[in-house]
């Protein structure tokens, strides 16, 4: 069974920082891309980035480039994403998604074959 767990979510005031966690299970981890995407409050779908299986190759939305950092330990099957310099229009909930392959989905939402439960990030004024 496939399962993507996230944690780390929380409240920061802007200008904060927070680092965020996925935990894989039941997927070859180390053979496939991931991605963190996230649902803004009433809002659709939003992908914010990409890594590669190797972590060699990384992928950010104009949104949050220069203030994330995606990375990943394979021998732990654990994503994170670094979030730092956080705006109030960060606040969403985040999910580690992939497509259990090394396609790339990006924006593609109906790509994604697996997704996380979520972790809620909220950043006030």
């Known amino acids: 069974e496939v399962q993507l767990v996230e944690s780390g979510g929380g409240s920061v005031q802007s200008g904060g920082s927070l680092r965020i966690s996925c935990v894989a299970s039941?997927?070859?981890?180390?053979?496939?891309?991931m991605s963190w995407v996230r649902r803004p409050p009433g809002s659709g779908f939003e992908w914010i980035s990409s890594?590669?299986?190797?972590?060699?190759?990384?992928y950010y939305a104009e949104s949050v480039k220069g203030r994330f950092t995606v990375s990943r330990d394979n021998a732990k099957n654990t994503l994170y994403l670094q979030m730092n310099s956080l705006k109030t229009e960060d606040t969403a909930e985040y999910f580690c998604a992939t497509t259990n392959s090394r396609i790339w989905a990006g924006y593609h939402e109906e790509r994604y074959n697996y997704w996380g439960q979520g972790t809620q990030v909220t950043v006030s004024s």
């Open positions: 890594i590669s299986e190797d972590g060699g190759s990384t």
């Open positions: 039941g997927l070859d981890f180390s053979r496939i891309h």
